[in-house]
């Protein structure tokens, strides 16, 4: 057997990954990663270097699964001033070690399994906390994770409409032209009345205010990503009901907990388990940071695949 370890390219990762495979495997582990040492999963919170001569950052995301015997890391850097130049703004690698020897297994493209895991472990949010008779989608942002999301959560709701809002106008109208939706000229007008809300963008500042939110919407807020930033008013997240996918994660990283100051009302994977209330009926937001392990368990279905072809 050869032990060169083997690589994979985003084509062949996109190949493979079904959105409709993913979000039980996304779900399943978000519930294994809440259990704590039931779950038989190890995930440090990630490390993180910030790049800031050039406006960017490194962060390096392991985890291991017992349960699924899988190992692995993935290498990140995020660099928004990218946008608009043709270089993506996120650019990742996982690599996957044999955790029975410590053989190295593969390496491949991380991007695909970004774009989609995240969306998946939305998918999954929103299973449990949006209203059962979810109509209006409203999607802040036009770039990449505002295109998974836009096809993780038609597998959750039987939408009507869909609204778009990116700050720059031609971009929001280039993804209604791909992904059937309306654009909308302010975040207000896309938001008010929407029944799920999805937050994909670079804003460091709040863009979203409480009075806008219906009540009982529930938001996936997936960007500042950061312990400084905000896509949410700090009202916002004070009124409505918190979930994350990692508490530790959250509350050393992400500024619309830190600032605001909101309670953490339970972990995703404490919904899965049901451990923790899914409180439908109220305002929910998921923060989402982005977990290790949601990595790892995509990556084990990736290579699995793309092995028995190869
Ligand atoms: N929670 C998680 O697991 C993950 C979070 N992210 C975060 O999600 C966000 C979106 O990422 P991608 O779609 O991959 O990036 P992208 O580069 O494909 O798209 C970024 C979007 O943000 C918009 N934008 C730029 N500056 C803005 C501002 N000042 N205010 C409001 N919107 C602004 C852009 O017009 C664009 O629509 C980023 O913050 C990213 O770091 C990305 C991957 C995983
Ligand atoms: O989990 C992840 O891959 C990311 N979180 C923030 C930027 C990318």
């Given at each position: 057997m050869s032990r060169l370890p083997k690589y994979i390219e985003a084509d062949d990762v996109k190949r493979v990954l079904k959105m409709t495979e993913l979000i039980p495997i996304i779900e399943k582990a978000m519930g294994d990663f809440s259990k704590g040492d039931d779950g038989g999963v190890v995930q440090p919170v990630r490390s993180f270097i910030p790049i800031e001569k050039h406006g960017g950052f490194f962060a390096a995301m392991s985890a291991y699964s017992e349960k699924d015997e899988t190992l692995a890391t993935k290498l990140l850097t995020r660099y928004q001033e990218n946008a608009g130049t043709g270089i993506p703004t996120h650019t990742s690698a996982i690599i996957l070690f044999e955790p029975s020897t410590g053989e190295l297994k593969s390496i491949m493209d991380g991007d695909v399994i970004t774009s989609m895991r995240t969306a998946a472990a939305s998918a999954v949010a929103t299973k449990y906390l949006?209203?059962?008779?979810?109509?209006i989608l409203c999607i802040l942002g036009s770039g990449d994770q505002a295109r998974s999301h836009y096809k993780s959560l038609h597998h959750i709701c039987n939408f009507e409409e869909v609204r778009v809002w990116s700050p720059t106008f031609k971009n929001a109208q280039y993804f209604s032209s791909q992904l059937r939706s309306k654009v909308c000229a302010t975040v207000e007008e896309a938001i008010r009345g929407a029944d799920v809300i999805v937050t994909a963008t670079f804003a460091k500042q709040p863009i979203v205010e409480w009075e806008w939110v219906k009540p009982g919407a529930h938001i996936n807020a997936i960007g500042a990503v950061n312990k400084k930033w905000q896509e949410l008013s700090s009202e916002l997240m004070q009124k409505s009901v918190v979930y994350v996918d990692s508490r530790e994660a959250a509350m050393k990283g992400s500024g619309d907990v830190i600032i605001s100051k909101a309670d953490i009302f339970a972990e995703i994977g404490d919904l899965v388990n049901g451990t923790k209330e899914a409180q439908r009926e109220k305002t929910t937001v998921f923060k989402s940071l982005g977990i290790a392990i949601e990595d790892v368990v995509s990556a084990k279905l990736v290579y699995d695949k793309h092995m028995e072809n190869h």
């Open positions: 949006a209203s059962e008779n979810s109509k």
